[in-house]
Each structure stands twice: as C-alpha cells, then as structure tokens.
C-alpha cells in the first residue's frame, strides 16, 4: 500500500508535459497556461499623470499658502484626459487638469482643486502642497520589460486586464490537456432517464466533467459503461486515441464486479500501483496505457472526489505545464470537533477561511456528495490521531 506522498510521486514521475502551444487572442486565453514569457513593452501610466482634478503647478509658488493668505496664479489653459495637448507652464502659472490629464514636465506637483477657488483665468491656491505630491509617475504601475506573465503561469483575468494596458493582443499558450472520463457499474443511470430499482443516477460524471472543466482541461465524458471488462478495455482503448489521460470510477475494490484489475490486463496497461493508506479512497488503482496514465477511482462520490483532487488534479496540471502543480497546503485553526478517531490517515470535507477550518456537514462517507457543497479544503488527519477538538490546529489541503 502506498503512502498518499508516494503514490503522488508515482504518477509524476510518468508526467509529459503537453509540448503543444498555440497563439491566442487575449480575449480567449482566459484560464490557459502561459507558454511563453510576456514582457510589458511600455511603462504603464505611459507619462506623468494625474490622479485627481485640480491644478499642476510650481510647488515653490504656493509655499505658505493659507484661506488668509492665498497663492493667486494665471490659468494658462485646460487638459483633460486623452486630450493630446502640451502645455508650458512657468512659475505664477497653473494648468487645469482633469483626473488621467498628462503632468507637464516643468510641474512638480498637482494641487487638488477642493484646496482652490476653481478660477478659469486666474486661481486662488488656499494650501501648499509638497513637491511630487498628486502625480502618478510613469512606469509607477508597470515599468517597461516588467515581466507580467510567466511561462507555467494560468491565465487569470487580472493577467488579462494588465496585458491590454500594455497593448497585448495575443498570447501563446499550451493547448489543453485532454482527459477521458468514464464512468462503470450496472447500476448507473442517466440524469433525466428511468430510474429502475436498484440503479442509482451517474453523479460521478457530472461531477467530475464539470471539475475537469473548472480546471480548463478539454474533457471527454464517455457513456458510462456497465460492468463488462472488455466493454470497458475497448472504450478506454478507443478513447486513449485522443486523451493525454484515461480516468475511470468504480470496479477497484475486492468484490466480484471490481473489474478494473481485468480492464488493464485487457489493454496491455501496465499497473504502477493498487490501494493508497488513505481514507477514503484507499482502493486507488493506477497504471499507464501507451506511456498515458491511468487512473482508477473509487466509484463512491467523495472518495472519487478525494482522489481526482489529491491524484488526478495535480498531474493534469503538471501535464498543462502550470508551474504551481502541486495542491497548496496550510494550517489553519479548526473551529467546532471530529468526535471519531482516526487509525488510519483521513481526508474529512471542510471549508477554510481566514485562518480557519470548520467541517461543512456530519455525514463523512465516502458516498456522501452533498457535504461537498460550500467545501473548498480537506482536512488531512494523520494516522494514529485521536479526535479532533475546537482550536485544535490542523494541516488543510486547500482545493
């Protein structure tokens, strides 16, 4: 049986980088990974601006100035943003500026225009302002050759936003990761079909092809599959074709209809390893068809959820060249109480803010999906730990 770091090891060993790249409109490279090392071109503000409306002037002309004692200076025009007009502006002079309105050189500050009178041809200054005061610098947000995205980087819609501040129009990225989803057991049922006694509708697939999606993998949900193991050899086999990555859930236990240990021999896989000390999700069956990795999850919703997010989650990001693959622990404090006991090592459901840990639900079985609601972080309890109490602190893989 595998430790939870060793299984993981395992299976990144055996992780090709998807070598393709594409070049993109940034518009449609949302949630793709950087392939390439993008560098502003441009110092963003692109000149001296201002961040308020008000007056650009001389500093030392307003030094002293007071509602007893005002500063008066001429007016020598009005510049607003995006208005392309230069001004010269000498000492007992003044120009009007609009928020976003360029700074002329010769200014060192920006009076804000509550602190005037708002005169046109001539303004009374009532307070000094300190030299570079109000002036948002060029280069002050972004300096020129900045890197702004990195390669391995996922595209966030922050990333989007600086990039068009700098005229970024296309990116290159690295085409997704392609993974096959099948799902087994007589049991299942689809969403909006009959629903005979003893059959239960197909969770695992939807479940899992919406969190491939979340994760910007290209996902193929084929029809799910009964317990046959050459219907589902011949499946993955068809779909390997096109996937970078074959997931399964169900058949990995030891009953009668645990038909993935037949499915791999069938294909020619080779097995890397069965069972992970882990719970729940012990029964994790993973083997590599054609160098492509396989893997088996348990056929019970939270356990294959687990393990799509312990396993699955961070080899398909490695597999996208996303640079941070690895999920992202913390400690956090756990607000509320465990009551059992844990012998083994165990993932429990929570939801983690600010510090802290609480469970999202009592009902902890692997076959539970709901508890899966408003859960954004597992808590992993050590082997040989005793009931967890209120403040205890705790290790949180954070999803």
Sequence with gaps: METLESALLLLTEHVHLVAQTEQLPLGAALGRVCAQEVASPMDVPPFDRSPLDGYALHSADIAGASREAPAVLTVVGEACAGCGARFDVAHGQALRLMTGAPVPPM????????????????????????????????????????????????????????????????????RPVRAALLCTGDELAQPGGPLRFGQIYDANRAVLTARLCEMGVAADALPSCPDEPQAVADALEEAARQADVLLTTGGVSVGKKDIMHRVLPLMGAQRLFWKVAMKPGSPLLCGLYEGKLVLCLSGNPFAALACFEVFAAPVLR?????GDWQTPRVRATLQGSFAKASPGRRLIRARCEGGTVRLTGENHSSGSLATMIGCNALIDIPAGSGPLSDGDEVEVLLL
């Design 107 to 174: 200014c060192d500050c920006v009076i804000r225009q509550e602190d005037t009178d708002e005169g046109m041809e001539t303004v009374r200054v009532f307070a000094p302002e300190g030299h570079g005061k109000n002036i948002c610098r060029a280069g002050e947000d972004v300096p020129r050759g900045t890197v702004l995205l990195h390669r391995g980087e996922r595209i966030t819609s922050a990333h989007i936003g600086v990039l068009a501040s700098v005229g970024v129009t296309d990116v290159t990225v690295y």
């Design 318 to 322: 490695r597999l996208a060249g996303q």
